[in-house]
């Protein structure tokens, strides 16, 4: 059949409008069957790429010819970081909105006894001192409720006192503290404490009525918090017994004259109206958003393409001697970037610090994340290398005019833009973010893939009501059909039931991090943008041999290293087999095992 060649203007899968007529057309030239291709020369963003009519002679050899679904592909990419905003952002007004780099109590008004408080303000601005301003004001006990022993252990250091004597006050305490200093009676700790961190999956250890008038609950991290809480992380068989009595002391909380305060940097509707749901919609929430972005805040590039090509910036860096930072959501990433460092250059390999679950145990990395700024104010590493696991809780302040750390390197393969945005701000400084998202982090290269409903979809069953409630606003917004309006009014009485505040809550937030994790890159963007990082794009085309075949070989070397545990754990013996399907890898073989 004969071949339609489309060249599509520079930034078109960016505006739906014309998107949507490109794909009418082709659809319309593939039913009177010709086959189509799409001309193609990088023109995503049409603020680094020119029409056609534009290029240079030279530029023209540089186009490819793409099929259809690729191009449809990267509009459905610009529609997912859509979709991730929508539900990454506020629907309701919020009752208070300042400006101002540092956060304090008085800015939050007048808290009324039996209320709900959420409150949005960017990393950096001074949340913690103003919740030990809180705290400290709370007139009944504090329950701190989180998903990770790590942090809480932090925020009890953080809220922690010194007296006369140097003993310590806790004026937050966790209930590992609590448990041994009351010999397991965590009744009589929590009442004569006065507060208690702990982890949602402990949450049954506090009795209802134990908990008195004026109480306060804080979630910190509220999204995160509340995320892992109804996906079930850790909780098991117990998920749903544990969200019964989270309902009830936070019921309990607001009936006796007490307060939710929830902490996000990037707050969202969801766990807003999820609080609003389990507690019958019966308390007022006050909303307060601090606007304040720096003139300064660090600048970011964001790089595509090459893998190879980013390695080799790192290890360009390392060849001039740069201490940096490299945060990255794989571990085995940073665990195989440091053996290549290793074998390159030891001595700078010897300065690094690796902070990851296999390596959170060790001495230093316990002093590490006791007090990040003074370990590296004291030990003066070469480089951090630091995995999700200090995604939240290490902050690494930077008192000297000049920083420590000339920039800070990301590898972004997977987790979605939130967390990967919170990596970014572990180091404070104002230094650039070199940030590399991989062609993993994109949508899936399937071309039966036609609308974001199905991409939710292929993911997960629990996100297609969401999906389809906010693809149907925006049909509504176009035309007034009956049946498009009733569709949306039974998803609309399905969500506002109060009976179904769990599944739709836990319905977004997958919706929000299936697309953030489809389309990495896009969410990324638009999140630095939205809090006011300026932001440079490139994409690395040229292919370095000699690291992309350093990297093979300590990937390589890791892998056989890892079967061999395997088969050799516990005295247990493996199969050649065994081995190579629990590595997937078939680089592990006879002889090496």
Known sequence: PPIITLYPDAGAVRNLNVFRQYQRAIRLMEEWGYVVEVAWWGQNYKDNAVDIDELELAELASIVFKPTWFFNSLGLEYELGQLFMKLNGLTDTPTTVINKQYIELSDLGTIDPGSVVAIASMCGSGKTEMLKSLVKGVKGQVIMPGYRNNLLYNTENRFSDTDA????????????????????????????????????????????????????????????ALFHVLSGQTLGDRQNQILEHFHAIANRV????????????????????YIRGITGGKYNTKIVVNEFK????????????????????????????????VVATSQEFLEKLERMIAEINPEFAKGILRHDRKTSERPENKIF???????????????LFLSPTAESGVSIDEPRLIPYFSRVFCYASSNHARSVYQQLWRYRAKVTREIYVTRKAHIPDIPSIKSVEQCIMLQSKYGQDVAASIDLEQQLSHDQSP????????????????????????????????ASLLALRESLMLLLQDHGHPIEMEELNERNADVAKAFSKVRKQIEVETAVMLGTADGERFTTEQAIRVMGSSSATYKDT
Do not use: W
Request: some cysteine; aromatic content about 8%; hydrophobic content about 35%.
């Open 254 to 273: 607001l009936e006796t004259r007490g307060n939710i305060i929830l902490l996000e940097d990037s707050l969202s509707q969801i766990p807003i109206d």
């Open 294 to 325: 720096p003139d300064d805040n660090f600048p970011t590039k964001v790089f595509s393409g090459q893998t190879s090509q980013f390695l080799e910036r790192i290890l360009t860096a390392v060849a001039e001697n740069e201490r940096f930072i």
């Open 483 to 514: 049946e498009s309006a009733q569709q949306l009014a039974a998803l609309k009485a399905y969500q506002q039931n109060p009976n179904n505040i769990h599944n739709v809550s836990f319905a977004r937030y997958q919706t929000r991090s299936i």
């Open 165 to 224: 004597n140097g003993n310590t006050l806790y004026n937050l305490i966790h209930l590992f503290r609590l448990q041994k200093e009351y010999q397991g009676n965590i009744s009589m700790g929590f009442r004569a404490e006065g507060s208690i961190l702990l982890c949602f999956d402990s949450l049954l250890k506090i009795e209802v009525d134990d908990i008195e008038p004026d109480s306060c609950i804080i979630l910190d991290e509220a999204d995160a």
């Open 369 to 383: 994340q006791a007090n990040p700024t003074q370990f590296v104010e004291e030990y003066q590493p070469t480089a």
